[in-house]
Structures are given as structure tokens and as C-alpha cells.
């Protein structure tokens, strides 16, 4: 964690012009501190991507940006999957809270089990977490300026859904749609109920985050957070696609087929005819930090 601070705070202290999303974050940095309304003019967008435990990786960087004052420099965060919680801590200024859920409360033996085929993952034990143990300030979350969307995967009808906190009743628990966003098909048999919907797996459907910030945010400037390196699960081995087949039989054929390109986004980006990946800093385990700019 220290690692990925350290680089992040390198990167983001780099002098003016050296990259130019940096260059406008300390300018709507500066510009909010001022109340000074051009702001708005800098629609700042970051998008934590999921990755089961390798969340830790991003856990790290919401440590850097929360010390150096940027929780509310975006507009929008958008969370999928472990990137979701992420997010949340970050937008609710808990970001030195994020990184123990992973090293403190997770790697229990408990919440991940190989003995309950089906249901290896203790989604029950994660709500806990969020709840009790190491409990996200809800009413923080709501008052931030930067608006959270959490990606999730309609169940039935196979599409994704980015939910907006500010659009649910004040009374919705945040930590629902954290669960849904995290809760991976065949490893865990819960889905969550929001809004008589049920819901999964973020990185099921919503895996291509870029294109959701550009075209419905009005993004003009991206920082994106993965957990998993560029072309690592891209395409799955046939025994991997055995495996889904058998932990998944109880989804439709079009569930199964999105679940398998749920890294779809490691292809996508390379696509963009936006100079989007305009640099990378090599960080902790090799996993990138991608400077994007529309």
C-alpha cells in the first residue's frame, strides 16, 4: 500500500503540463477550494475496477488521494465490484479504513472456504464488514460532492446497471448494491434484491466503464484504477470455461456467455479512438494506473 501511495503521490506532484489529466485535477483541485464556478468546466471522473482481492492494490490508491485532499475532486466515482467499496470509503473520506478491510477482515479463512461448493465466498461476513466492523458512514457517502455509481449486473434480463446513490431513497443501505456489485455468480450464491430487481457480479455487464463515463457522465477527464494488468484475464482456458459451465448451470446461457467476458475491458480500452491511455506508471505487482483524458 505504501508503494502504490508513494507512486501515485509522485505522479500526481508531477509539475504542470507533464501530464494533462494530473495538470486538471490540481486545477479543479484548486478551483473548488476557491468556490470559483470554472470547475465545472473539468467533468473529473475515476473508475475503480474490481478484482476480488486484488482490490487491495486499489484500497492503496484511494489512501493516496484522500492524503492529498483530492476525496471530492471528482464529479463522479464509479465503482465495480471490490472497486465499489473502494470507492465508497473514498467518497465517505474513510479511505484509511479500505485497505484493513482486506488484510484485517477477509483473509479469515472464513469468508473465502473451498468447502461450501457453490458458495465460496461469505457475502454474509463482507456485509458485516461494511456494517459493523469497519462501518461505512453512510451519511458522509451522501453528502459528498462526488456522486457514486455502483456497476451491477441485472440477473434476469443480463444487463448492467450503474446505480446512483442520489438517485435511491435516503433509507437504501449502500451496502445492498456494494454486496450485489461484488457478489461473483458460482462463487457465491447470493444476489440482492434493489427495487424488486435482483442483481450480481458488477464485472459481468459492466465492462466497459470508459464509454458509461464519457457518454452518460459527460466525462472530459478519466483516471482509471485497475487491480489486474492489462491482457491477464482476457481470454479464459477452456478448463476455466469447463469450470464456469459447471458453477453456473443455474444461469441462462446468455449470463454465462457475459460472465465469461467479464474483462472485457483489457481488449476495449486499446479501441478507443480517444487518446484515453495517454501514459501508465508501472506500480505494486505490476498492475497499472491508467492516466485517461478525453
Avoid at 110 to 132: E, T
Avoid at 184 to 201: C, F
Wanted: net charge neutral.
Amino acid at each position: 500500500m505504501a508503494i502504490v501511495y508513494r507512486q501515485l503521490k509522485e505522479a500526481l506532484l508531477m509539475p504542470d503540463g507533464k501530464h494533462p489529466l494530473i495538470s486538471h485535477l490540481k486545477q479543479k483541485q484548486h478551483l473548488l477550494e476557491t468556490n470559483d464556478p470554472a470547475h465545472k468546466a473539468i467533468k473529473a471522473v475515476a473508475i475503480f475496477e474490481g478484482g476480488g482481492m486484488r482490490g487491495v492494490y486499489g484500497s492503496g490508491v484511494i489512501v493516496g488521494l484522500e492524503q492529498l485532499g483530492m476525496n471530492e475532486v471528482f464529479d463522479g466515482l464509479v465503482g465495480i465490484s471490490a472497486g465499489a467499496c473502494n470507492a465508497a470509503y473514498l467518497a465517505a473520506h474513510q479511505a484509511a479504513v479500505g485497505p484493513s478491510v482486506f488484510y484485517d477482515d477477509l483473509p479469515t479463512g472464513h469468508f473465502i472456504s473451498l468447502r461450501r461448493f457453490g458458495d465460496f465466498m461469505d457475502m454474509g461476513l463482507l456485509a458485516d464488514v461494511f456494517r459493523n466492523r469497519k462501518p461505512l458512514d453512510q451519511q458522509a457517502l451522501r453528502a459528498s460532492r462526488s456522486e457514486l455509481y455502483v456497476g451491477m449486473t441485472n440477473v434476469k434480463t443480463v444487463q448492467p446497471k450503474y446505480l446512483k446513490l442520489s438517485d435511491m431513497p435516503q433509507k437504501f443501505d449502500v451496502v445492498n448494491a456494494l454486496i450485489a456489485s461484488s457478489a461473483l455468480p458460482g462463487y457465491t450464491k447470493t444476489a440482492i434484491d434493489i427495487e424488486g430487481e435482483w442483481y450480481s457480479d458488477g464485472l459481468t455487464t459492466c465492462n466497459d466503464p470508459i464509454g458509461y463515463a464519457i457518454n452518460e457522465l459527460g466525462a472530459t477527464d478519466i483516471l482509471l484504477v485497475m487491480n489486474i494488468p492489462l491482457g491477464r484475464g482476457a481470454k479464459l482456458t477452456q478448463l476455466e470455461k469447463m469450470r464456469d459451465r459447471v458453477l453456473l448451470k443455474d444461469y441462462s446461457s446468455g449470463f454465462v456467455q457475459a460472465h465469461q467476458s467479464r474483462h472485457q475491458l483489457n481488449t476495449l480500452i486499446a479501441g478507443y479512438d480517444l487518446p484515453v491511455v495517454t501514459e501508465k506508471f508501472p506500480t505494486l505487482r505490476g498492475a497499472p494506473h491508467y492516466l485517461c483524458r478525453r
